[in-house]
């Protein structure tokens, strides 16, 4: 057990430089504040969103996240404000981050062309005492930081279809443990895009499509596929290069009201014969502003 947990915490030290720098939703296609801050105030309401998601379920010390986000159009609804407030969990690791946004839309014809800013942050929080851990490979090397950031994004969208490009944190960081070995938060960018179809009137496809960059590895691609049945029933298929294939659904509860589930039942990563799966619960709910009207169902 001593070995495992040793095992667990080296894994930590090295998830600022490689792993898991900023985490990835399955349903992101429902909330893209987390990646973007152009998404601010999309929904001509305050758009309130809870997220929680279990990471390798089975495996202990594996990612557990929570989130919080809430944002709203103001000033004759061309500017928006919001904020993301997000736990995320690994073995002995905690981050806990505070985000900032703000947006400005331009009207395009019948469609809206957003421009959004942030300022974030993060803290950071290794305590190898968690967990029993007594190595003296970690004696020491207990962490404890806290660092700011910016980011930026881009999104033009419609009734039916939207394309965006975010970096959330477009500030590289560096990061030493207590022999100085350095470690560094890489910058990422995030490109999605996606299409309604209506294949018939109560049954609409709606193809997803995220990109992942960053530096130091491949490029990432998460291909998803959601139908929707009688406005009320999304059911979608996902498949994450190098990581999962996932099966989600999301029900539309009234015209103000999202509850949705994934689960990521498969997994191509190393880890896959040590754990059950990642599940994904989301609540969305919109409360509607003076003199609007919120469109349902949600497509975005």
Request: proline residues 4%.
């Amino acid at each position: 057990m001593k070995k495992f947990f040793t095992i667990i915490s080296l894994i930590c030290l090295g998830y600022l430089s490689y792993g898991q720098q900023q985490v990835l939703f399955t349903q992101y296609m429902f909330n893209q504040l987390p990646l973007n801050a152009a998404y601010t105030g999309i929904h001509e309401g305050v758009s309130a969103s809870m997220l929680w998601r279990e990471q390798w379920v089975g495996f202990e010390g594996a990612p557990s996240t929570q989130t919080f986000s809430v944002h709203s159009p103001i000033a004759f609804r061309a500017i928006s404000l919001g904020g993301v407030i997000m736990r995320d969990k690994i073995g002995v690791t905690n981050q806990l981050s505070a985000r900032f946004m703000y947006a400005y839309r331009l009207q395009l014809g019948k469609t809206k062309l957003s421009f959004g800013l942030e300022g974030s942050l993060h803290h950071y929080r290794s305590s190898y005492n968690e967990g029993g851990i007594n190595d003296p490979i970690l004696t020491g090397a207990d962490q404890n930081i806290m660092k700011p950031n910016v980011g930026t994004g881009i999104l033009w969208h419609g009734n039916k279809f939207y394309m965006g490009v975010g970096i959330p944190n477009a500030m590289n960081q560096q990061f030493y443990d207590v022999e100085g070995s350095e470690s560094e938060l890489v910058r990422h960018y995030y490109i999605t895009g996606g299409y309604v179809f209506a294949i018939y009137d109560n049954l609409l496809v709606k193809p997803n499509f995220m990109l992942k960059a960053v530096k130091g590895a491949p490029v990432q691609a998460d291909l998803n596929i959601n139908v929707l049945l009688q406005n009320t029933l999304w059911v979608g298929m996902s498949y994450r290069s190098f990581e999962s294939i996932a099966g989600l659904v999301q029900f539309q509860l009234g015209p103000k009201m999202q509850v949705g589930y994934s689960f990521d039942f498969w997994t191509t990563t190393d880890l896959s014969a040590a754990h059950s799966g990642s599940h994904e619960i989301m609540l969305n709910y919109v409360f509607e502003l003076p003199k609007t009207k919120i469109l349902t169902p949600r497509y975005f």
